[in-house]
């Protein structure tokens, strides 16, 4: 018997019992969709987390803190925890390390018109600013060698308050009459002397005039690590600090015993990338062991991955019960479809037909069971998937939307072959069974 012949009698046999057919491809399609849905979950925590983690710095960055005392750098001439110019400059000689930016936080007061806000800006370099991703809504980045300018997260122009009347957005539920990108801000950056002269004791600082560059993408209900921020470029604002307090301290830095600057910069932190994901433990070990804390997304995303892959095993196990019923069914018909067609079996063998082909012609026709319950099991599997993510993607996230379900492309093919396996499989001992039956006996059968 001809290959394409058998395909065509294995399919022809299964549509003389129509509703059985039906129940039966419709087991396989429950029981599919339950594997791809249940371990689409899985997936889906995974993916999100790599998202969360690309947004928060990707898994090439070294988040570097500092544990030691310049004086104490000054004094014994060593970097041990110290993080300072000389120290940024040693880190970046350390094998597969691409770039190291020192993070600086310092403490300015912003006004424009009659609003005003106490913050902190987070200087950091260009170079980190793009690593990071940085999604730009309204303006542009700075350019290398500009003035001074500032990012604004998109949740910053809430924490402007009227100084006049006190008043601030959580009073009025009114934005604040704020102009990030077109008018300048007033930028008081001894903040110590303005509010020291607020209260009557020495001379008022003078204020520098400041652009806002750009713009963290977002509405006032969307939320990512840098809404809360206001950015800018370290060796602008390095150089704006050097002008402003030459020959003083600067606030937030370390001095000598008689009260003058040290020549460097003193940081709290520091951002450092590596070339590849599998040289980063390496490059965090080098960097402990020169006396900081260093931490890095990949120890966070090797424990997560461990829990992930325990959930998914779980989500996985639960569904293979729905696929396991299924082959329960898919056996019981072919058992019945044998039943059935005892005599037309034994008319098959009295011909010459091979046993072989007996059993390829039911193992074809378990297997077209499980072919069609896997495809409708499929498009079951994305349409959940889908409202899965449109009802719930936004209740497990501050704003937009995040990935509760994800189904990988190659599964879909995976789970067809493996419903077609299952299906063959169960249909192997019918099949069995078929070729076995006595043809004298199966011809006399009623």
Known sequence: MEFFDLLEMSANNLTRRKMRTFLTVLGVLIGTASIVVMLSLGFGLNKSTMEQIEESGGLTTITVYGNGSY??????????????????????????????????????LLRQGSYEQNTSLTAMSLEAMKEMNMPIGEGKLPGKGDELSLIFGNQTIYDFYNYKTEENYWDTKEQPDVDLLGTP?????????????????????????????ASIKGTNEEYNEFSWNIYCDIDALQTKLKKIFRGRVIPGQPETKSGKPYAEFS??????????????????????????????????????????????????GIGAVSLFVAAIGIANTMMMSIYERTKEIGIIKVLGCDMGVIRQMFLWEAGFIGLLGGFFGLLLSYLLSFGINFFLGGLYSEGGSTTVSYIPIWLPFVSLVFAVLVGMVAGFFPAKRAMELSPLAAIRNE
């Open 71 to 108: 004086d104490d750098y000054v004094k014994s001439g060593e970097l041990k925890g110290v993080l300072c110019d000389t120290s940024i400059a040693s880190l970046t000689k350390l094998e597969h390390v691409t770039l190291v930016s020192p993070v600086m936080n310092f403490s300015v």
């Open 185 to 213: 801000f007033l930028v008081v950056f001894d903040v110590d002397s303005y509010y020291s002269a607020q209260s009557g004791e020495g001379t008022p600082p003078k204020k520098y005039a400041v652009n806002g560059t």
């Open 267 to 316: 940081y709290d932190q520091a951002y450092v990338y590596v070339d590849k994901m599998e040289n980063v433990t390496d490059v965090q070990k080098q960097i402990t062991e020169m006396g900081y804390e260093a931490w890095s997304n990949a120890e966070y995303l090797e424990s997560m991955q461990n829990q992930y892959r325990m959930i998914q095993a779980v989500l996985g």
